[in-house]
């Protein structure tokens, strides 16, 4: 069984702040306000949550292949669900050749259920579900898409 993880892990920093964006662009149930006094005043202070998966709208199914029928030579983000090496958002980049190879033909699914993927524009995002299905003779993952609310 492949861990989900690629050789290009992004900083802490700079994951946070795409993963900030991928919730503003795709999942705004994860975006919350609260009021706090400033200075005498009551202001609103928006927040992000990070908890995944995140809250889903309705996504179109589909399986791997529709990663590279959409983005065919790009490199895509992905945020794998569960932490790794104490990042608690790790952001990887890879190619998205790479990407729907390693999930056309599964063993399992651990470690990949729940993780998102995603391009540089943020014009489109996958999630991976924790379910599969049988494509061509091998196990695949159904994944969702999503496009910008």
């Known amino acids: 069984m492949k861990e989900f993880c690629y050789e290009n892990l992004l900083d802490e920093k700079q994951s946070k702040r795409i993963v900030r964006r991928l919730i503003y662009t795709f999942f705004k149930g994860n975006i919350r306000k609260k009021k706090i ?32 029928d959409l983005f065919p030579i790009d490199e895509l983000y992905i945020l794998r669900h569960y932490n790794y090496k104490d990042q608690t958002t790790p952001v990887f980049l890879a190619p998205s050749t790479q990407i729907s190879s390693d999930l056309e033909d599964l063993d399992s699914l651990c470690f990949y ?3 998102y993927i995603f ?8 999630f991976i579900t924790d379910s599969t299905t049988l494509e061509n003779g091998k196990i695949v993952p159904i994944l969702q898409i999503f496009e910008p609310i």
């Open 37 to 68: 006094m400033v200075n005498g005043n009551l202001k609103d202070k928006t927040y992000f949550i990070f908890k995944r998966p995140f809250h889903l709208g309705e996504g179109k199914l589909c399986t791997p292949i529709k990663i590279c």
């Open 113 to 115: 259920e729940y993780s």
């Open 119 to 126: 391009d540089k524009n943020f014009s489109r995002c996958f």
